[in-house]
């Protein structure tokens, strides 16, 4: 049986129909932070059950209810969400974390370094620079977890 995580981050207040899209066979979806508008949980949670944190950019009164970090186990695995990389603060190794998810580059990047899965979606929110529109999906099946990068608008 195939479990699939939709990972999505920096949305910065825009959700793309193309995120919709892609999100739309999600099991859970995780974002990780830069939420930008706590409306955008909410039509996540339309398709699915979400995990979300909070990242740098989200102030205000709305942003208190999301934490920094968060840990959830989906499908037998744990999944580490902060969205600064350079603040991991924990060994995840000594955790037992299977996937690190985190977003604040809007570079994506899948890497596994010592067994452990490294997950960056890049932003599926307004264009920064030259870099891709971008999110993420992984698929968990009894014989491991296949992470893909989605593009979501070409150019």
């Given at each position: 049986m195939t479990f699939t995580i939709g990972i999505i981050s920096d949305t910065h207040g825009l959700l793309?129909?193309?995120?919709l899209r892609v999100l739309a066979y999600a099991d859970h979806i995780i974002h990780g932070g830069d939420?930008?508008?706590?409306e955008i949980i909410t039509a996540l949670r339309r398709?699915?059950?979400?995990?979300?944190?909070?990242?740098?950019a989200d102030t205000g009164e709305w942003a208190t209810e999301f934490a920094e970090t968060e840990f959830v186990r989906l499908a037998g695995r744990l999944f580490y969400?902060?969205?600064d990389l350079n603040t991991l603060q924990i060994d995840p190794v000594a955790q037992g974390i299977d996937v690190i998810v985190s977003g604040h580059s809007?570079?994506?990047k899948i890497n596994t370094v010592d067994g452990l899965?490294?997950?960056n979606p890049g932003s599926a929110g307004r264009?920064?620079?030259?870099?891709?529109?971008?999110l993420a999906s992984l698929e968990v099946t009894p014989d491991g977890v296949r992470p893909v990068i989605h593009d979501l608008?070409?150019?």
């Open positions: 793309r129909p193309e995120a939420i930008g508008d706590p398709i699915a059950p979400v995990t979300a944190i909070r990242g740098n969400v902060l969205h809007h570079i994506p899965l490294y997950v264009r920064r620079f030259r870099l891709p529109i971008t608008v070409a150019g």
